[in-house]
C-alpha cells in the first residue's frame, strides 16, 4: 500500500512542475517505424500465442495418451 501511495504523489508532484505544452519535432520516418513496431508486436504476440498452445496441446495429447493406455490395462 505504501509503495502505490508513493507512485502516486511522485506522480502528483512530477505533474506539477511539467510545462503545460511541449515542442518536439517528429521526424519523417517516425509514422513508418511506429508501423513497423507495431506490426513486429502483433506477429510477435501471434507466434507466442501459437507457442503457448503448441505446448498445451502436447501436454493434453501426452495426458489423454496416458489415461487411455491406464485405462486399457485395466
Request: proline share 3%.
Amino acid at each position: 500500500m505504501h509503495k502505490i501511495f508513493f507512485s502516486i504523489w511522485t506522480l502528483g508532484l512530477w505533474s506539477c512542475f511539467a510545462p503545460d505544452s511541449a515542442f518536439a519535432y517528429v521526424d519523417p520516418g517516425m509514422g513508418a517505424l511506429l508501423w513497423q513496431l507495431i506490426l513486429a508486436g502483433i506477429f510477435g504476440a501471434a507466434f507466442f500465442v501459437d507457442k503457448i498452445r503448441q505446448w498445451f496441446r502436447a501436454r493434453w495429447d501426452a495426458l489423454c495418451k496416458r489415461f487411455k493406455s491406464s485405462k486399457d490395462v485395466s
